[in-house]
């Protein structure tokens, strides 16, 4: 049962990912030729999305691999190189479509609106069949990529009412006041991720767990003196990894099971532990 859910997964974002890849051409191509930043910068958009598609769905399918000698943590962690890399794309895009966009406002020009409102159709449908494909999925690929391409969604909805309205009324001031709402959208939306994935790249203990709170649940195990060389990270945003040199009472190698089950409760298992005496303890204990 688990086995045909990942081949589904992987089957379902593989789809949105060559829907999607598809379309970002057919954007950039559109965007020129209606001389519209808004699609433009949606295109851009677009492309960070198909980095972020193509590399889930590889990562999708090696996600199960068991870890090697090479990878001795797995391959969960590339996951989180993918999201950080996707977010300095989508970063530097909005950048220059920003640019762009202000370049236009200093000297504005005519777009084909007509042709913006059918690719502004196109748009919607294909990026809901995407995110049809995807939403609903167990896997924290399908989840991500599901509000992904409901976003994508939401601002194909705003180019295409933009079009309608100037195809009534000359306000091509609209086409680029989209451009720098959907690209500053993007940047808020992509700047809280690329924080949160660089803070796990990074190594830094997780927002939702405290590094405290467990040396105390540690230290009121009786017996346990002391810990020192405390690590704490994350290997992705699931799994936590925790290291610590713990100084016990003479004669109680027994606590063993006892620490490890504070740890358990906190999410934790992937536990690297050392047990030491007062009198038998490494350098890097505190004097």
């Not at 990562?59 to 950080?84: D, M, P, V, W």
């Not at 790249?201 to 405290?210: D, F, H, R």
């Not at 109680?252 to 620490?259: E, G, R």
Request: glycine share 6%; proline share 1%; aromatic share 8%.
């Amino acid at each position: 049962m688990g086995h045909h859910h990942h081949h589904q997964a992987t089957k379902n974002i593989g789809v949105a990912f060559f829907l999607n890849l598809s379309f970002t051409i057919i954007e950039f191509i559109g965007g020129i030729l209606t001389n519209s930043v808004a699609i433009l910068s949606d295109a851009i958009h677009d492309l960070g999305d198909s980095v972020a598609l193509g590399s889930s769905w590889y990562l999708e399918k090696i996600s199960n691999q068991k870890a090697n000698k090479k990878f001795t943590f797995g391959y969960r962690r590339l996951s989180i190189i993918s999201a950080f890399l996707n977010c300095i794309i989508l970063l530097l895009g909005s950048v220059i479509i920003i640019v762009e966009a202000i370049k236009r406002i200093m000297n504005p020009e005519v777009v084909d609106v007509q042709g913006m409102m059918y690719l502004a159709i196109l748009g919607i449908i294909v990026n809901s069949i995407g995110a049809w494909k995807v939403i609903g999925g167990k896997s924290l690929n399908e989840r991500t990529i599901s509000w992904h391409l409901l976003e994508d969604v939401l601002g194909w909805v705003a180019v295409l009412i933009g079009s309608i309205v100037m195809s009534f009324y000359p306000l091509y001031w609209i086409d680029t006041f989209l451009s720098i709402a959907i690209a500053l959208f993007i940047s808020y939306k992509v700047l809280g991720r690329f924080k949160e994935s660089f803070l796990i790249l990074a190594q830094t203990v997780p927002k939702n767990i405290s590094l405290d709170e467990i040396e105390k649940n540690i230290l009121e195990i009786q017996n346990v003196i002391s810990t020192h060389q405390t690590l704490l990270w994350s290997l992705d945003e699931e799994n936590l990894v925790f290291s610590s040199h713990i100084v016990i009472e003479k004669n109680h190698s027994d606590l063993l099971p006892s620490i490890q089950s504070v740890l358990k409760n906190q999410g934790i298992h992937h536990q690297t532990l050392q047990l030491e005496t007062e009198d038998n303890n490494c350098e890097g204990a505190e004097k």
